[in-house]
């Protein structure tokens, strides 16, 4: 499998993140949001206001749906993009943001990957500058595409700094 595939193929020179990111966020919503909500509606029902549960149990899904479709969005809206001096990484799906990291004022780039991460098999490459204001993040890489970019950046980063 090429790393295109894995990181969601590319369109103008612009890589995407993984394709599991959706599924991802679909369990987080799922074990983290639903269940509050469900608890409710059953609540609801064993007291006897049934209208009142299903009314709490339409709402939950009406909800947890619209939220879904705007984390599709937010999937969707990130990307980054390796240019020879710099790096761009867009995202926001109601305010767009590109952001440019240019190589010789990284830091250190590291890799982070959560419980819910690492069981989807994804990871997060993490920039640091020395403003706090330009660091960047790109997450829901594939774990290797997000070794093979923090090795990349860090070299890229050293032979910049070592121009100055």
């Known amino acids: 499998m090429t790393t295109d595939a894995l990181s969601g193929g590319t369109e103008d020179g612009w890589r995407r993140i993984s ?6 966020r679909l ?5 983290l949001a639903v269940p509050p909500f469900a608890a ?5 029902g064993v007291a006897g206001a049934l209208p009142a549960a299903l009314v709490v149990a339409v709402l939950t899904a009406g909800l947890a749906g619209m939220t879904y479709r705007f984390l599709l969005a937010r ?4 990307g980054y993009h390796e240019r020879e001096d710099d790096l761009l990484v867009r995202r926001g799906c109601l305010i767009r943001r590109v952001s440019v990291v240019p190589y010789g004022r ?3 780039v590291d890799v982070v990957a959560g419980p819910f991460e690492r069981s989807f098999g ?3 490459v993490r920039l640091h500058t020395a403003a ?4 960047a993040r790109i997450p829901g ?7 093979r970019l923090r090795d990349r950046l860090a070299a890229l980063g050293e032979a910049r700094a070592a121009g100055l």
């Not at 394709?19 to 991802?24: F, G, N, Y």
């Not at 369990?27 to 074990?31: F, K, M």
């Not at 999937?75 to 990130?78: I, K």
């Not at 706090?132 to 660091?135: F, G, I, N, S």
């Open 132 to 135: 706090a204001a330009t660091d």
């Open 122 to 124: 994804l990871a997060t």
């Open 75 to 78: 999937y969707r809206a990130w």
């Open 27 to 31: 369990v987080q919503l799922l074990v």
């Open 141 to 147: 890489l594939d774990q290797a595409e997000a070794t």
């Open 19 to 24: 394709t599991r990111v959706p599924r991802l």
């Open 106 to 108: 990284m830091q250190f």
């Open 40 to 44: 409710l509606a059953l609540g609801l």
